[in-house]
T-cell receptor, first 115, second 115 residues
Framework: AQSVTQLDSQVPVFEEAPVELRCNYS??????LFWYVQYPNQGLQLLLK??????LVKGINGFEAEFNKSQTSFHLRKPSVHISDTAEYFC?????????????FGTGTKLQVIP | NAGVMQNPRHLVRRRGQEARLRCSPM?????VYWYRQLPEEGLKFMVY????????ESGMPKERFSAEFPKEGPSILRIQQVVRGDSAAYFC?????????????FGPGTRLTVL
């Protein structure tokens, strides 16, 4: 079974500073990887996803993530954050096999952008 | 094209009452997933349904919880005899297919408070 670890439950960062939100996964087979964002009192919205190909994936709102197979990581980054990026971010994984596969979510990282 | 709709957005119940949560998937989506988000925790998978079929209910508590997705109408998550520990945000997601790289589209959630 696959699992996702987001070690940082909260990350405070000053406005216009860079940020990296960490995500590690474990799986015995290849996986699809996702990052979702949840703004207060809203549902989750897809930021980006890694399927195959280039290990650097660009998403919405200036975010990007890099897939590192050897380190089983999929860290999310943004070079300069805005106040509006304050939200909770979830990393998720799905097995790369045919048929139905459950999506497993991490416990989330709360990004707090400080003015 | 309307997104995933959930109602009610907020639901207050007293201990022992029943809670019914509704989810209308996006147009053209026949796969529905329910997740529970407890305070300060990530999303936990509960159940996956297709029209008139429960495919995976491995995350559903064995007692008091049930889900359905009838041929016509929304998917319903039903919680009987609610307890305070059921207080959480319940999210519904839908997808056009269930495998591969398809993302799940999330509704805004129903926040259940049990008094």
């Amino acid at each position: 079974a696959q699992s996702v670890t987001q070690l940082d439950s909260q990350v405070p960062v000053f406005e216009e500073a860079p940020v990296e939100l960490r995500c590690n996964y474990s799986s015995s087979v290849s996986v699809y990887l996702f990052w979702y964002v949840q703004y207060p009192n809203q549902g989750l919205q897809l930021l980006l996803k890694y399927l195959s190909g280039s290990t650097l994936v660009k998403g919405i709102n200036g975010f990007e993530a890099e897939f590192n197979k050897s380190q089983t990581s999929f860290h999310l980054r943004k070079p300069s954050v805005h106040i509006s990026d304050t939200a909770e971010y979830f990393c998720a994984v799905r097995l790369l096999t045919g048929g139905y596969q459950k999506v497993t979510f991490g416990t989330g990282t709360k990004l707090q952008v400080i003015p | 094209n309307a997104g995933v709709m959930q109602n009610p957005r907020h639901l207050v119940r007293r201990r022992g009452q029943e809670a019914r949560l509704r989810c209308s998937p996006m147009k053209g989506h026949s796969h529905v997933y329910w997740y529970r988000q407890l305070p300060e925790e990530g999303l936990k998978f509960m159940v996956y349904l297709q029209k008139e079929n429960i495919i995976d209910e491995s995350g559903m508590p064995k007692e008091r919880f049930s889900a359905e997705f009838p041929k016509e109408g929304p998917s319903i998550l039903r919680i009987q005899q609610v307890v305070r520990g059921d207080s959480a945000a319940y999210f519904c997601a839908s997808s056009p297919r269930t495998s591969g790289s398809d993302e799940q589209f999330f509704g805004p959630g129903t926040r259940l408070t049990v008094l």
